[in-house]
């Protein structure tokens, strides 16, 4: 697949998922880069808005195996990534995988179950295996692991720790609709959701190839630099406790040349950077407790740093 043919489709998968998420292009267009750049989702917002119909949106665009995991305070780790069985009529044991194992696999409400099983995910998440019975497996590629949560101030939430909120390339929010949009999500599914009619227009195969364009678009080592000024920023700010770590750099680099490519370019400009930094590191970031409301905050934060960093010249 060359340039200009992963271009249009990408522009396929925001179009087919923009026929049931309605007037929220930049939260659509955010969510298929983290899949351009090969990482993971995460999606927050209060309980009603979509981000479970955004989830299975992507995962319907897509021809590939897909798994949706309901987290619950009783789910177990081995109910996430699979357990062995010992067959009778062979008198051996056979491992029955779990739902962890799908190219696109959505876990719903993630902090409302456990960290100990919130934990079978990091695993899976950085190092694209699971192990089970001291046995350790292959995730399938592509791998996307999109994951919906809800405030931590709604009952019945745990939060998610540091190091696997850190394992999320975006994180983003739907927030309410406008009056006008509401009434047309309401009228659309007077006789069927919109969902149900949407199937896959890429394929697991041209998912793989996007992936690839991405890495070889071209990023300077000026806006390198200047990526790695952002995210130091954010380990010397008066109002942070922790600041975003190298793999925050990683992560906003790759997903800078994402946004690229989704843009038809073969290079990175600094207003990639700008309008991504937000959603790549606001929720990298741990703000004192005086200052934490609600799952925006870190990225105004980023957003007054990104206002205050010059860009650098040549």
Do not use: C, W
Request: net charge negative; hydrophobic share 45%.
């Amino acid at each position: 697949m060359d340039r200009p043919a992963a271009v249009e489709a990408l522009g396929r998968i925001v179009r087919n998922v923009e026929t049931v998420i309605r007037g929220k292009r930049a939260v659509v267009e955010a969510s298929m880069l983290a899949l351009a750049a090969d990482g993971h989702l995460l999606i927050e917002d209060a309980p009603g808005v979509g981000k479970t119909v955004l989830a299975k949106s992507i995962a319907r665009s897509i021809e590939g195996s897909f798994k949706r995991i309901q987290a619950t305070p009783d789910l177990l780790p081995s109910d996430i990534t699979g357990v062995a069985v010992y067959k009778q009529n062979t008198s051996e044991f056979e491992f029955i995988p779990g739902p962890i194992f799908a190219n696109i696999v959505v876990v719903d409400e993630v902090n409302r179950t456990t960290p100990r099983t919130q934990a079978a995910l990091l695993e899976a998440m950085e190092e694209r295996q699971a192990t089970a019975d001291g046995v350790s497996r292959r995730m399938p590629s592509p791998f996307f692991v999109i994951a919906t949560q809800n405030p931590l101030e709604y009952h019945g939430t745990y939060p998610l720790p540091e190091g696997q909120l850190d394992r999320f390339l975006v994180a983003t929010s739907i927030g309410y609709p406008d009056p006008a949009g509401e009434a047309s999500v309401v009228t659309e599914q007077l006789l069927e959701h919109p969902i149900d009619r949407i199937g896959p227009v890429v394929s697991l195969g041209e998912v793989e190839e996007i992936q690839a364009r991405v890495r070889e678009t071209r990023i300077e080592p000026l806006l390198i630099d200047y990526i790695v000024t952002l995210v130091g920023a954010t380990r010397n700010h008066s109002d942070l406790i922790l600041g975003a770590g190298p793999r925050g750099s990683l992560g906003l680099t790759r997903a800078a040349q994402a946004r690229a490519l989704y843009l038809g370019r073969d290079y990175v400009l600094p207003d990639d950077i700008k309008a991504l930094a937000a959603m790549v590191l606001g929720h990298r970031i741990v703000l004192k407790p005086q200052l934490r409301a609600g799952p925006l905050a870190g990225r105004r934060i980023i957003s007054d740093i990104v206002s205050q960093v010059s860009v650098p010249v040549s």
